[in-house]
């Protein structure tokens, strides 16, 4: 349930289940990104043990807030791991909360395209940041590419595909999950984090934990990088041509298999809406 919230008129049906990580009962701290309609939540999950058979021995609360943009939502962690201790050993005590709300709070883009004075925050959820910087660069594990590269290993060049087909990828994972959410915020605009999404790529965060060596993680940047150049500008180069014919050595060219890699192109070409003729004959066998 929301036991507290500033605004109080504010619409926050559902955030207490995406504050709230199920299985979180397992754990004694998270912290969990989602989205709430078109803004960015932070909230930070603490679990204390309690000689108290209402609370079947357990209190459990997350603090959070809501804001347009995320990059800055991390600067506010500490003060919400904070704050949830804080309401675990003093419940009730929302003065910390409001002043917070009061300091922070902004203008928010309503739902229909319009503005509402308010922000949106929950006894858990209290604030606004009054100042955006829409030009400021993630410098939080969320937008760190080496980290995400180093994670995934080899893998990332099946989730590079299906992000430059802008395919749903669903990353599952038990609590803790604050690590998992920097996972699944990249690559991509804020706009495409959704947290909750449906399933078109699943990727079984059990299933990795190999890494690559430091040495090699730049490399590993870079080489993206240019392999996402080197393929658009093909593409751009050959649509702009006067037969706008794809060839297997245009393929091979942008570092792909003509074979292997041929459905990628097909959906390549029809998810960005190049006008190219794929001409990669398939294999045949007598």
Not at 172 to 201: D, E, I, K, L
Request: glycine letters at 8%; one cysteine or more.
């Amino acid at each position: 349930m929301v036991e507290w919230c500033l605004p109080q008129d504010i619409d926050l049906e559902g955030v207490e289940f995406k504050s709230m990580a199920s299985g979180s009962h397992k754990i004694q701290s998270d912290f969990i990104y989602f989205r709430k309609g078109l803004c960015f939540g932070l909230a930070c999950f603490a679990n204390m043990p309690v000689e108290s058979e209402l609370e079947r021995g357990a209190r459990m609360k997350s603090v959070g807030i809501l804001s347009p943009s995320y990059t800055l939502l991390y600067r506010y962690m500490h003060f919400l791991e904070n704050q949830v201790r804080h309401q675990l050993e003093m419940p009730g005590h929302y003065s910390h909360l409001e002043a917070f709300y009061d300091d922070k709070k902004g203008v928010l883009p309503d739902s229909k395209g319009g503005t509402t004075t308010s922000q949106q925050p929950v006894h858990w959820l209290p604030s606004i940041h009054r100042y955006m910087y829409p030009e400021m660069k993630i410098t939080h594990p969320a937008g760190c590419m080496s980290q995400f590269i180093k994670f995934f290993g080899e893998q990332i060049l099946v989730l590079w595909k299906f992000a430059l087909l802008r395919k749903r990828i669903l990353i599952f994972s038990p609590p803790p999950v604050g690590v998992v959410c920097y996972r699944g915020m990249f690559p991509g605009t804020p706009q495409s984090y959704t947290f909750w999404c449906s399933v078109a790529c699943l990727v079984n965060m059990l299933s990795f934990g190999g890494s690559l060596p430091s040495s090699q993680l730049t490399l590993s940047c870079r080489f993206f990088m240019e392999q996402n150049n080197r393929i658009f500008q093909t593409l751009m180069e050959v649509s702009a041509s006067q037969d706008k014919t794809l060839t297997a050595d245009h393929a091979r060219g942008m570092g792909l298999d003509p074979q292997g890699d041929r459905s990628f192109l097909m959906d390549l070409l029809e998810v960005y809406g190049i006008d190219v003729m794929l001409v990669i004959d398939n294999p045949c066998c007598t």
